[in-house]
């Protein structure tokens, strides 16, 4: 229940930061970004799995990422996200079922350390640079989405859109595969509700715990800014 409540305070309130309603159309933003297709690289953040089926935003993402890659629109994907809510670590998950779904494993990556949208976008851009990955986007629901504009633009990351497109998604096979998830489950697990207060967990939903690389900060402003959370 604590799960539930928090997600849907998170969501909220990055989708009225965003101003959601003001953005553009999901099929309008993934249109203009598959002209620049192919990606070397698609970012697919991270949901809460209980250890025993996916949930259905988990699905329509690890489902949506597949899609893009059997289309051709990306030649990687990386998975992101720690043990945040469960012991199951979610970039390991979802790595687990897009192998499960046919893409390969060396066209799969994986971000352990995020633990909110805006860690998912940063610490994957981190591993897409690691491997020599420049067209990168993000691949998520348009409400995710919409939320990570501001921050996308505000640190002026290559980082371009790539919304699920329902309509395009429904008409695929998007029956579960079978996964043995034990390899992604994280000894000692600490529920980040136990680790961090409500204040602390929406500071990280804006952005506030990343640790960042100073190349990655554009202006004197921002390093001056962040320079406490620099690695």
């Given at each position: ?89 979610e970039a390991a998950v979802m790595a687990l079922y897009g192998e499960a779904l046919g893409i390969p494993k060396e066209h799969i990556f994986t971000d352990p350390r995020a633990e909110h949208t805006t860690e998912n976008i940063y610490y994957s851009y981190r591993v897409a640079k690691k491997n020599g990955f420049q067209k990168i986007a993000l691949a998520t629901d348009p409400f995710q989405l919409n939320g990570m504009r501001k ?81």
């Amino acid at each position: 229940m604590r799960i539930v409540k928090f997600s849907f305070l998170s969501l909220l309130v990055m989708v009225l930061s965003a101003c959601g309603i003001f953005s553009p159309s999901p099929l309008k933003t993934n249109q203009k970004s598959l002209k620049k297709a192919p990606y070397d690289a698609i970012i697919v953040p991270g949901v809460p799995f209980d250890g025993k089926h996916w949930s259905e935003t988990m699905k329509m993402r690890v489902q949506w990422g597949a899609y893009l890659y059997r289309k051709g629109v990306t030649k990687n994907i990386i998975y992101s996200g720690s043990s945040v809510y469960t012991e199951y670590e979610e970039a390991a998950v979802m790595a687990l079922y897009g192998e499960a779904l046919g893409i390969p494993k060396e066209h799969i990556f994986t971000d352990p350390r995020a633990e909110h949208t805006t860690e998912n976008i940063y610490y994957s851009y981190r591993v897409a640079k690691k491997n020599g990955f420049q067209k990168i986007a993000l691949a998520t629901d348009p409400f995710q989405l919409n939320g990570m504009r501001k921050f996308i633009k505000k640190f002026d990351l290559p980082v371009d859109l790539l919304p699920i497109i329902k309509d395009t998604l429904l008409k695929q096979d998007l029956s579960e595969p079978r996964i043995d998830p034990s390899s992604a489950k994280r000894a000692n697990f600490v529920s980040i509700v136990d680790r961090q207060s409500k204040w602390q967990r929406l500071r990280g939903t804006f952005g506030q715990h990343i640790r960042w690389k100073e190349e990655d900060l554009k202006t004197k402003h921002l390093r001056k800014k962040y320079s406490d959370r620099m690695e």
